[in-house]
């Protein structure tokens, strides 16, 4: 009975936590949360979602708050490589499914590393945020993460 209650309060809470920072975030930096089993942290993003922002990514950035990220948004699912040849930031890269389920991560990519970062499964968007974010906040696959552009963010809230 008590764990019922507990999850149907996660819900309610994530759901109006969500729907706040959608109605509240300013165009162009909307607020993207991320459920774990040790809380619902909250980043501030630019996102990408067409293909020259998207080559483009972090590209010129010379640093990112703790709380900030960058999303990229595709139009179909996919396994893309990723690139931090450019980058000039160490990173965290969250790949995320239609559901806004992690499906995969990769943690701490070498700034201006040249090697391609390949996730182990298919993916609808990506979030890059700082090296460390992933260890510091116990993110781990299977985590939601909750965006207004990631399709079925409303329908993978907690239960």
Known sequence: ???????????????????????????????????????????????????????????????????????????????????????SIPLDILFIDSSGRIVDIIQHAKAGGETPLVAGSPFLAALEVNSGTVARMAIRRGDHVYHPLIQSSADALPR
């Open 1 to 87: 009975m008590c764990m019922t209650l507990n999850m149907r309060w996660w819900k309610i809470a994530s759901t109006l936590w969500l729907l706040l920072l959608t109605l509240c975030s300013p165009a162009g930096t909307p607020d993207l949360l991320i459920h774990t089993h040790t809380g619902v942290y909250s980043f501030k993003v630019a996102t990408a979602t067409s293909e020259d922002t998207q080559l483009t990514g972090l590209h010129g950035w010379k640093s990112l708050a703790a709380d900030e990220g960058m999303l990229f948004i595709f139009q179909k699912m996919t396994q893309r490589p990723f690139w931090m040849k450019h980058i």
